[in-house]
């Protein structure tokens, strides 16, 4: 399969999410992969992936890089995606697109879930925890939607999520970024702190 074909992968119950995946493997049966994983509404077609999915040949790695639902070419739609469906999606990947020794690189958001992934699998499969040789966290957010989010909504953004279930906040990347209550409940089952 080319690189720039998407595979889909169906993570979720039961309302199924379709997600959208690039795997490209090791060039050897037993080489190292790495796993992208993006930041909140970015793509595995960024800047920063493409550049890896350059590297990665032509250094001996493998490459996996997806969307999370409500990003990029997967399904699902942004307004109903939590932090826990990203997890979700996450481990999918990673238990059954990869193989063997893999690092993890997250990118903001990214290196959150990359933290949550490695947490699950040293909780609940140790073993298979045993397959991630490193974490990259590049500018790692962790407790996103706690601490970076929620935290530094004025109080009145606060009170429209409360009331209304969605804010909208100034977005850095264009559109207005939207903040559900769903993303900001939900995200305090996954936090690091507190």
């Not at 960024?46 to 990003?71: I, M, V």
């Not at 690189?105 to 933290?115: F, N, V």
Request: with cysteine; hydrophobic share 35%.
């Amino acid at each position: 399969m080319s690189i720039e074909e998407p595979q889909f992968l169906e993570v979720g119950t039961p309302e199924p999410r379709r997600i959208a995946c690039l795997h490209q493997p090791p060039p050897t049966s037993d080489g190292t992969g790495l796993i992208w994983l993006i930041g909140l509404k970015s793509d595995m077609g960024s800047t920063k992936a493409t550049a890896l999915a350059e590297w990665a040949p032509q250094n001996g790695y493998g490459l996996t890089r997806f969307d999370y639902s409500g990003h990029g070419a997967s399904g699902g739609d942004f307004l109903k995606a939590t932090l826990g469906d990203w997890l979700d999606e996450t481990s999918a990947i990673f238990n059954k697109v990869t193989h063997g020794p893999q690092v993890v690189i997250g990118s903001s958001t990214g290196g959150h879930l990359a933290l949550l992934l490695l947490r699950d699998l040293l909780r609940n499969d140790p073993a298979e925890a045993e397959r991630v040789k490193a974490l990259i966290l590049i500018a790692p957010a962790w407790d996103l939607t706690e601490e970076l989010i929620w935290k530094e909504m004025p109080p009145e953004a606060q009170a429209e999520v409360m009331k209304k279930g969605v804010t909208y906040r100034p977005s850095e990347y264009g559109d207005p970024l939207p903040i559900t209550k769903s993303l900001i409940e939900e995200g305090r089952n996954h936090l690091f702190s507190g």
